[in-house]
């Protein structure tokens, strides 16, 4: 069994992946299943934490005992992670947020032409992350987790320079614990392993090996309950 370590924490989860809408019927999207994520939530909730799971186009069945919100667009997802965080133990952002979106919303469906369609125009999103950071700082509240500023957990893809580009993320995005995921190794999104090396800030890197996405969210939390006690 689990140690009940997150009793009487409040932790909120994010999961799955942002969309954001072209016209009424078509979205920029990206193939996050939200499986690490629920698996984060599941096991927050086996350790005795009160979760708030905020999640973005999962279609998994709900974990029991985790309240979920619901959102689409990297706005929506900003909103409730902000709302939900506010005065939260700890915030784990595994949710794959759409760096960008379409400048503007068509408000009816693009039809086809004859011609070469419009280009799509870009605007770029709020990080959502660096912001839990800056608030974080703003607020002065970088006192020990049991003092309520919150632990902040990021999570990033990268290929090369792992070590040296996580930990300049992890500096950079104002958070204490970046699991870095191995990608470009055959492991692929919607698979139930993963691999991460979980980067500590001021303290040692922790390798998670290639498992079940729990054994990851168990290692996570590990290190968050450490930081709270
Ligand atoms: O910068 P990068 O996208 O690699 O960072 C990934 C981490 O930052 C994830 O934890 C993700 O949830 C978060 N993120 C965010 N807002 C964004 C982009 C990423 O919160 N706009």
């Known amino acids: 069994g689990r140690p009940l370590d997150l009793a009487g924490r409040r932790i909120v989860v994010s999961a799955g992946g942002t969309r954001e809408a072209i016209d009424p019927v078509?979205?920029?999207?990206?193939?996050?299943?939200?499986?690490?994520?629920?698996?984060?939530a599941r096991t927050a909730v086996a350790r005795g934490a009160e979760v708030t799971l905020v999640a973005a186009n999962v279609t998994l069945p709900d974990p029991a005992g985790a309240k979920i919100v619901r959102v689409e667009s990297t706005a929506d997802l900003r909103d409730a992670v902000l709302e939900a965080s506010a005065g939260a133990d700890a915030v784990v952002m595994a949710a794959a947020v759409a760096d960008f979106r379409p400048a503007t919303r068509q408000g009816s469906k693009i039809k086809k032409t004859d011609g070469e369609p419009e280009?799509?125009?870009?605007?770029?999103?709020?990080?959502?992350?660096?912001?839990?950071?800056?608030?974080r700082r703003a607020a002065g509240a970088a006192r020990a987790g049991a003092e309520g500023s919150g632990v902040i957990v990021g999570?990033?893809?990268?290929?090369?320079?792992?070590?040296?580009?996580?930990?300049?993320k992890l500096a950079r995005k104002g958070c204490d614990l970046l699991v870095v995921n191995q990608v470009g190794e055959g492991l692929a999104f919607g698979t139930p392993d993963n691999?991460?090396?979980?980067?500590?800030?001021?303290g040692e890197p922790v390798e998670v090996p290639f498992g079940p996405k729990e054994d990851l969210a168990d290692a996570v939390w590990d290190l968050v309950a450490a930081r709270l006690s």
């Open 155 to 168: 999570f990033a893809a990268e290929t090369d320079d792992v070590l040296a580009n996580g930990q300049a």
């Open 26 to 40: 078509r979205f920029i999207g990206n193939r996050s299943s939200g499986l690490q994520g629920y698996a984060l």
């Open 195 to 202: 691999a991460a090396t979980v980067l500590v800030a001021g």
């Open 119 to 135: 280009p799509i125009r870009l605007a770029k999103n709020p990080d959502i992350l660096a912001e839990l950071g800056e608030r």
